[in-house]
């Protein structure tokens, strides 16, 4: 069955970096678009950053962008998210996700596949 594993998360200050790790089992990986969504305590679930089947195109919400870089070894099935310049409102479980032949899409119910996810917490 489809099986996605993140790995990467933890405690970190303000400022600090973290970078997370998706790795997939079951699907044909190459024919995914991949993203990060992230889900705080009391909030709903929301886009962080989207990567392209190929790898060649990526989009990222307003506030990741410029401080998260999304990335994807189809050779490996894994795909990454380095994250930097952490602030406290990035605090959250981070989750990976799959959408098959998908495009750049920032909604969760367009993602066939989901992972456990990994927590992340960025203190003051």
């Known amino acids: 069955q489809v099986q996605l594993v993140e790995s990467g998360g933890g405690l970190v200050q303000a400022g600090g970096s973290l970078r997370l790790s998706c790795a997939a089992s079951?699907?044909?990986?190459?024919?995914?678009?991949m993203a990060w969504f992230r889900q705080a305590p009391g909030k709903e679930r929301e886009f962080a950053a989207a990567?392209?089947?190929?790898?060649?195109?990526?989009y990222y919400a307003n506030s990741t962008k410029g401080r998260f870089t999304i990335s994807r070894d189809n050779a490996r099935n894994m795909v990454f998210l380095q994250m930097n310049s952490l602030k406290p409102e990035d605090t959250a479980v981070y989750y990976c996700?799959?959408?098959?032949?998908?495009?750049?899409?920032?909604?969760?119910?367009?993602?066939?596949?989901w992972g456990q996810g990994t927590q992340v917490t960025v203190s003051s």
């Open positions: 996700a799959a959408d098959f032949f998908g495009g750049l899409n920032s909604q969760t119910d367009e993602y066939d596949y």
């Open positions: 079951g699907l044909t990986f190459s024919s995914y678009a």
């Open positions: 990567i392209s089947w190929t790898g060649i195109g990526t």
